[in-house]
């Protein structure tokens, strides 16, 4: 479980994480609720100071959003026995938690208890960007950020918007116009649908 850190950490991470689905605000229900039936099976340090979850896949299944966005909960706060306190931020994304950042790595090898964990204000942070050239934000909350990106064909910028089935693809140039692209040839073939049908195809 912590093969990825170079001494074993003190903070116990998994009653950290139960803590704070304890305090986590009722809105984020569905957050509390994987928390509480034990999605984070382990964890490892990624980044700086960023603790990734391993997840229960058995779990992942009943709550995972393919159109969740990415963001961060933030305005947590450890207070520890000398009275020092560390900022803590839950990253969730697809609808599940995916870890904990940490104002300060070194707190994970810190020879100290946590007294308590509370929060002072909560603060929402969005890391992906729903605002294109092509779609406006209201637009583009019809569908997954993850599949937004910009794409060349023919001489055309693109917005690509949906993978359809056998590598085909719903995409949107700067004017709205709606095309289906396929790929064996490269065909674009405009579409007479509404933006906000496109998921359903």
Known sequence: MFSFFRKKPRLNVLCIIR?????????????????????????????????????????????????????????????????????VAIRVGYGLVLGIELSDRSVLFKHQIHKRIFLTSLRITYFDSLETSFLSPSEAKVFCPNDLYEIEIQGIHLLHLKDLDDGDFVAIDAQKNIYKVTHSPILLTPLNILLEHIPQL
């Not at 609720?33 to 964890?43: A, H, P």
């Not at 159109?67 to 207070?79: T, V």
């Open 19 to 87: 803590e704070l689905a304890a305090i986590i605000p009722s809105k984020y229900d569905s957050i509390i609720k994987q928390i509480e039936e034990g999605i984070v099976v382990g964890f490892f340090l990624e980044e700086e100071a960023y603790i990734k979850f391993r997840l229960n896949p058995s779990i992942i299944s009943r709550f995972e959003d393919p159109k969740g966005r990415y963001y961060s909960i933030s305005g947590f706060e450890l207070e520890w026995e000398d009275g020092s306190r560390t900022y």
